[in-house]
């Protein structure tokens, strides 16, 4: 087993250049439940935005800022020119098998099945838009419900969130032994090796190399450029 350090996930993001109902450029806001992530801002300029029960922020990138956030947090990222980052997501594979919801509003939430059609792959630009202005219309009221102090909006958001992403969870627990817990496992075998003064590990050694698996796919950020690395 060779994952990525810690076994996180990789990807390439050019956030998406659309003007939304606000006024801003970027995005589709939505949260992760179980993953930590984090923007290596590699060009360009723009902010992410960001929603938790402490409130309402808006932190600015531009080139060699990193930003992250723990599971939870509602994201938007904001482009202003040409903002390209680097994504490192906690748990390779969670997200891509659901663990991330997007800001749609309630009563799509409350559905599974709407849910899961309106979150769909997108196939085209116009598709990807539609599916980023249904996440900025559930998202603007929650953010100016904790601009003017009520974190309850949000807090329901979670709790959707969580409904929706429930029935998942058993599926996601393999993914989870044999990549991020397994990864880490394998830190404490070889610091027990060593301890004892056995280094037959480093008999394993050497280089992988991965290119990108996919390009020009649509992310919830903006276009995105994924990698797949075995677990």
Not at 1 to 20: T, V
Request: proline share 7%; with cysteine; glycine share 12%.
């Amino acid at each position: 087993m060779f994952p990525l350090p810690g076994g996180i996930g990789l990807s390439h993001l050019c956030a998406y250049e659309w003007e939304a109902a606000d006024g801003v450029c970027g995005g589709s806001p939505h949260l992760h439940l179980a993953c930590t992530e984090a923007y290596v801002v590699t060009g360009g300029r723009g902010a992410v935005q960001t929603l938790d029960v402490g409130g309402y922020r808006e932190t600015e990138l531009e080139p060699g800022v990193v930003a992250w956030f723990a599971p939870g947090t509602v994201h938007r990222m904001v482009q202003r020119d040409d903002l390209r980052i680097t994504v490192l997501m906690q748990n390779s594979g969670l997200p891509e098998a659901g663990d991330a919801v997007f800001t749609f509003p309630p009563p799509v939430l409350a559905d599974a099945d709407a849910y899961a059609e309106a979150a769909a792959m997108p196939a085209d630009d116009d598709a990807a838009r539609r599916r980023r202005d249904l996440a900025i219309e559930g998202y603007l009221p929650i953010r100016d419900a904790l601009a003017a102090g009520d974190p309850g909006p949000l807090r329901d958001f979670h709790r959707a969130a969580a409904a929706l992403v429930a029935p998942k969870v058993e599926a996601w627990l393999p993914r989870w032994r044999t990549g991020a817990l397994a990864a880490a496992e394998l830190t404490g075998e070889h610091l027990r090796a060593l301890a004892s003064g056995d280094a037959s590990h480093l008999e394993h050694s050497g280089v992988r190399v991965a290119g990108p698996s996919g390009e020009d796919s649509y992310g919830m950020c903006g276009r995105r450029t994924e990698y797949r690395i075995d677990m």
